[in-house]
């Protein structure tokens, strides 16, 4: 991949930090419902909190009640607002993937790095926190007033970075919120982490990790 970017930039929650999601849900309702009942509550509960990220912005409070809340509802799940709560403030406790902090901090000696999330103010940097590299800039979904996969949070991006789509190379374990957007803005440099969360798709034009220990090789480091 060349020539070496002037930043890389990465999504956060599932891509560097452990985004549990999954997990929070399976310690409230794992205990009534079966295992494939669980398998396709998760299914609906995430693909309602991209459905929610889609519109206006609004508080992630707001994106996880409304997403837990229709999972239920399409489940046949009492819905609890405590529950929803209770998922959100877990977000940040979580910590990175095992693979994050040495290849992250390698790379950091060399290339700026910078972080895009669908977060909010006053969550990310406790997880960003625990990357265990500096980072360059960390801009939220609050900051932007728009949550990926829309583009406004990328061209805000940019335009704080005082460079151009093909100055950056950006890093995420998801096409649907990362990658697609990242192609669509002409974004050349791309890198998959394949996380297992969703099948490759070569037509994006991305070089594929297994995991961040992979990422230094990608720029010769």
Not at 54 to 70: F, I, Q, S
Not at 115 to 128: E, G, K, R, W
Request: aromatic content about 10%; overall charge negative.
């Amino acid at each position: 991949m060349s020539p070496r970017p002037k930043f890389i930039t990465f999504d956060c929650y599932g891509t560097l930090t452990h985004f549990d999601m999954a997990g929070a849900a399976r310690r409230i309702y794992g205990d009534t419902l079966s295992a494939p009942a669980m398998a396709q509550f998760i299914t609906n509960f995430a693909a309602y909190r991209l459905d929610e990220v889609l519109g206006a912005w609004k508080p992630y409070a707001e994106v996880v009640h409304n997403a837990l809340e229709r999972a239920c509802r399409a489940n046949g799940v009492p819905f609890r607002p405590e529950d929803a709560a209770r998922i959100y403030d877990a977000v940040p406790t979580w910590g990175p993937h095992p693979d994050v902090p040495a290849g992250l901090a390698r790379v950091a000696q060399e290339i700026p790095l910078v972080i895009l999330s669908n977060a909010m103010n006053s969550q990310i940097m406790s997880n960003v926190g625990k990357l265990g590299a500096p980072f360059h800039m960390v801009i939220t979904a609050e900051e932007t007033g728009t949550y990926k996969p829309q583009m406004n949070g990328f061209e805000v991006m940019l335009d704080k970075l005082g460079c151009g789509p093909k100055d950056i190379c950006h890093v995420s374990s998801s096409f649907r919120y990362d990658l697609m957007t990242a192609h669509d803005m002409g974004i050349d440099q791309k890198v998959w982490v394949n996380r297992g969360h969703e099948p490759a798709n070569p037509y994006y034009g991305y070089t594929e990790i297994a995991d961040i220990g992979g990422l230094p090789g990608v720029f010769g480091l």
